[in-house]
């Protein structure tokens, strides 16, 4: 196959006069190297995860949109205490998308490439908004017979993140999970996860309509965060489960210290010696997102047994080991259709993910609406 000499690639910088801008680049088709493949990018999911990438410390609903086709062009404003933040990052055009899938098109000449030329697989190497991406090998998943693009499009962030916490709870002890922003894309695979395993989970959710769509699935124990007697509720959930481990999405707020608070109520409901320091059980809480931006407040009234701290995927699975990496991605390979499986609402090309009213929709990361970009739509 004939490859094009160009492609375009998303590309996102800082200036150094408070302005993020977001454009097409044309870029030199690579010749990949052994080891490497050239992959004719299909489908990518916007996720949140791209949007601190895409925007940082911007303000993306102040975006503006100029020009047309590949020329492009979208600019959102800064602030100076934006600027500070970001200042690492001032004139870097950063490549945009964590994830996507496509079919291999080129290949290095060593045996490991080569086996991949012709095939659909998924990838995670970053640079993935674009028309097409150099990997090595090793990075990508073949999908297996009848799964296309779209299909494996988010074959890596979700499946391995939701994968990863399960993962996470037993090697460190734990036997039950809590999970905020739970009716997410990635809140339906780890419930998914959790029944098909046995796991025992409690979702908080913010709306009753999140509540109903974690219901349909056969979610037991779902919570509502903006109910007068959440925390209540949520005690209840936790001394039903067990559960001293949970992963925040939300991140800032008292969210993380009420759920601290919930699992020291629910561990002081079973009789023993009672300690100025709190429960024995070491109670967690994981924050892995930033949906909510203000500061994370704790309020301490749950012992001494208990942390917070960040999680993120990457570093989890070198944590891990290679082992459990491939056996987790051989897990998602194979339920790709099922516990694996997204859902897009919107389908858009790389130039309609520069347009301003679009980007405020999926920048408002609205519970039930994913976007998946599509690099061969028609610029």
Not at 6 to 12: G, I, N
Not at 153 to 168: G, H, I, K, Y
Request: charged share 15%.
């Amino acid at each position: 196959m004939s490859l094009p000499a160009t492609y375009l690639q998303m590309l996102s910088t800082l200036t150094e006069d408070g302005e993020l801008r977001m454009e097409l680049v044309e870029q030199k088709m690579p010749t990949p190297k052994p080891g490497q493949v050239i992959i004719k990018v299909e489908a990518t999911p916007v996720n949140p995860s791209d949007l601190g990438v895409m925007f940082g410390m911007a303000d993306a609903a102040a975006s503006t949109t100029a020009g047309s086709g590949a020329a492009t062009k979208l600019s959102a404003p800064v602030s100076s205490q934006g600027m500070r933040v970001m200042t690492a990052r001032i004139g870097q055009p950063l490549p945009v998308g964590n994830e996507g899938a496509g079919t291999v098109v080129a290949a290095g000449d060593d045996k490991e490439a080569q086996a991949l030329m012709g095939k659909t697989v998924a990838a995670m190497g970053g640079g993935m908004y674009g028309q097409y991406r150099c990997v090595d090998a090793i990075m990508c998943m073949p999908l297996l017979d009848g799964n296309t693009a779209k299909d494996g499009a988010s074959s890596f962030v979700n499946p391995l993140t939701a994968l990863c916490m399960v993962e996470n709870m037993r090697m460190d002890g734990h036997t039950a999970l809590v999970h905020t922003a739970a009716a997410s894309n990635l809140g339906q695979m780890l419930n998914r996860i959790c029944q098909a395993d046995g796991v025992e989970l409690v979702n908080i959710v913010r709306k009753k309509e999140q509540a109903d769509i974690l219901s349909a699935m056969g979610a037991k124990y779902i919570v509502d965060s903006s109910s007068d007697t959440f925390l209540a509720d949520l005690t209840d959930a936790v001394h039903a489960t067990g559960a001293t481990l949970a992963f925040d999405a939300t991140g800032g707020g008292t969210l993380a210290s009420t759920i601290l608070s919930a699992m020291e109520g629910a561990a002081a409901r079973t009789p023993g010696a009672y300690s100025i320091y709190g429960s024995v059980a070491h109670k967690q809480v994981f924050l892995y997102g930033g949906l909510d931006t203000s500061p994370t407040t704790l309020t301490r009234g749950y012992g001494m047994a208990w942390g917070v701290g960040g999680w993120l995927l990457p570093n989890f699975l070198a944590k891990a080991g290679l082992e459990v990496a491939g056996r987790l991605r051989t897990r998602v390979a194979n339920e790709l259709k099922t516990t694996f499986a997204s859902n897009y609402t919107d389908e858009i090309s790389l130039t309609e993910a520069l347009q301003a009213d679009v980007v405020r929709k999926y920048q408002a990361k609205t519970t039930g609406e994913k976007f998946l970009i599509c690099p061969q739509k028609d610029i």
